[in-house]
């Protein structure tokens, strides 16, 4: 049996991110499943028009899942037994939009949203536009570092690397995304003078990321 030895390598990188993610997760209830799917797309129509005003495209803005679940309470019946019925429904719907970094234009698309008639939530993200580029970078600088320990290892074992056998990537899923905007509440939606956005004045540090691969060479 031929002899091996196994090298687990991790690459490591710092990306600036260049992008922001926002986010946007509509909830109401209302008695009929109708009404319910009615209101969700007049909800979604105006969150495109607003989104439309600030330059972007209707198809900009992207579902992440839409739900309409069933909302039941509780009541005491006449045998003094709980029982459950049937108040209504409630749609959840998930969405996202992406656009370059631009704190100034996420002020104002933030102010928007707060004065608009509607009440998303929100959560925002900064990412990068080119993941790939990134991940590509990151598999190179993990092959590197196992290359370097194998070689280190075996000039300590004074032993020979010989050919690799085989290489073990799990292709896990990598997240580009940095969170220095945490739980953004918005300010009072009535109506206020003054410039219409929010002063965003922040740097989103860098996203460190890492990934492993392990490599498996025979030793002569």
Do not use: C
Request: net charge negative; charged share 30%; no cysteine.
């Amino acid at each position: 049996m031929d002899k091996t030895m196994k090298i687990t390598g991790k690459g490591k990188i710092s990306v600036k991110p260049d992008r922001i993610r926002l986010n946007i997760t509509m909830e109401e209830s209302y008695k009929e499943y109708e009404v319910t799917l009615s209101q969700s797309s007049d909800t979604t129509k105006i969150l495109k028009d607003l989104f439309v005003s600030f330059g972007f495209q209707k198809d900009d803005l992207k579902t992440n899942s839409f739900d309409i679940d069933t909302k039941y309470e509780s009541y005491k019946a006449k045998d003094q037994s709980w029982k459950k019925r049937l108040v209504g429904y409630t749609y959840t719907h998930r969405m996202l939009i992406e656009f370059d970094a631009d704190n100034k234009k996420l002020g104002e698309i933030l102010y928007a949203l707060a004065h608009s008639v509607i009440t998303p939530e929100i959560s925002i993200e900064y990412t990068v536009s080119d993941p790939e580029k990134y991940k590509d970078e990151l598999l190179k600088n993990a092959i590197e570092d196992s290359k370097h320990k194998a070689k280190v290892l075996a000039h300590a074992a004074n032993i020979e690397l010989g050919d690799i056998v085989s290489i073990d990537y799990s292709w896990g899923e990598i997240n580009f995304v940095s969170e220095p905007i945490q739980n953004f509440a918005f300010a009072s939606a009535e109506k206020t003078m003054g410039s219409p956005g929010y002063d965003i004045d922040i740097e989103a540090d860098d996203i460190d990321v890492t990934d492993t691969v392990t490599v498996i060479w025979k030793i002569k």
